[in-house]
């Protein structure tokens, strides 16, 4: 398997047929279909229900999709940087919980891509889970998480946190009746939770029977889900705006016995690139 043959298979899967793929790649569509033939062959698996007018991927080829994606992705990033390390152009990937922090890296980044303009910078949000693999995979360069990481894996510089945990509720709720809520008065109500494993739910013990409805990993959609009355969303401060006249939504900040902290992570003994390291220390300097 090689990333010329992945590239054919991905155009495959994007145009939905050999014909239109081969048309795409500028090649003969019986030299398309003999590639594709023989990954399968190697692979030792079939990758495409065939037969129907559109192709369709069987399981085995819906995962190799995910990760051509990803492969594809990372070889063209690595490629960019390479080329642009002389005059320190090219690609940084981020990903990047959710918090009212960020805007401390915003003016890094603005500054890095003010300095240099052919830098491009690619934010993807996402839980602590979901960076940390994609981190892991080589997939992002660096990663903004907030709570505890693994300290030998990953090298970090602290973010000041102005986070504060609370609850989103509609604006006509019971808890904004009161006048200081505590987490015993939340727990009365169905619940919806960050989907993050690092989040510790301990400090419910002892508060009694409580009931999660649904989990999330951006609260956007966690917010649709309490204007629809599904829950209250236990989440962070600052990410859903609540403060403009026609919001649906309040937010009741809680005083919980832990602060969270707030990080940017990258891999230990992974060779960055002069852009990164570049974008550190500008980080470092704003600090």
């Known amino acids: 398997m090689n990333i010329r043959v992945l590239h054919y298979f ?12 081969a048309q795409a790649l500028h090649i003969t569509q019986p030299t398309l279909s003999r590639q594709i033939q023989e990954l399968e062959e190697d692979l030792g698996t ?3 229900h065939r037969g129907n007018r559109e192709i369709t991927l069987t399981d085995d080829g819906q995962y190799l999709y995910n990760r051509a994606i990803e492969i594809l992705s990372l070889v063209e990033k690595t ?8 005059d320190l152009a090219g690609e940084i990937y981020i990903g990047t ?3 009212q922090s960020f805007d401390i890296v915003a003016r890094a980044i603005k500054l890095m891509t003010n300095t240099y303009p052919n830098t491009k910078i690619h934010l ?3 839980n602590s889970d979901d960076i940390l693999e994609y981190l892991n995979q080589g997939v992002y360069d660096m990663g903004i998480i907030i709570g505890p990481y693994d300290s030998k894996k990953y090298e970090h510089i602290p973010l000041p946190s102005r986070d504060q945990w609370g609850v989103l509720v509609p604006k006509d709720h019971p808890l904004t009746k009161l006048k200081h809520p505590s987490l015993a008065d939340v727990l009365n109500f169905p619940l919806i939770v960050s989907s993050q494993t690092t989040i510790d739910y301990s400090i419910f013990a002892g508060l009694g029977d409580y009931r999660i409805v649904a989990t999330y990993n951006l609260l956007y959609n966690a917010s649709t889900l ?9 989440a962070l401060d600052g990410i859903i705006q609540t403060d403009f006249d026609h919001s649906q939504l309040a937010f ?3 005083s919980l016995p832990t602060q969270d902290t707030l990080q940017l992570i990258w891999k230990k003994q ?6 990164v390291k570049k974008f550190l220390q500008i980080l470092s300097s704003i600090l």
């Open 46 to 48: 079939r990758l495409f």
């Open 10 to 21: 991905v155009t495959i899967v994007q145009t939905k047929s050999i014909s239109n793929a």
């Open 252 to 254: 009741i900040p809680l």
């Open 79 to 86: 490629e960019n940087n390479i080329r642009g390390a002389k």
């Open 226 to 234: 309490v204007k629809e009355g599904v829950g209250i969303a236990l």
């Open 124 to 126: 993807r949000s996402g």
């Open 270 to 275: 992974s060779k960055q690139s002069n852009l």
């Open 97 to 99: 919980a959710e918090t």
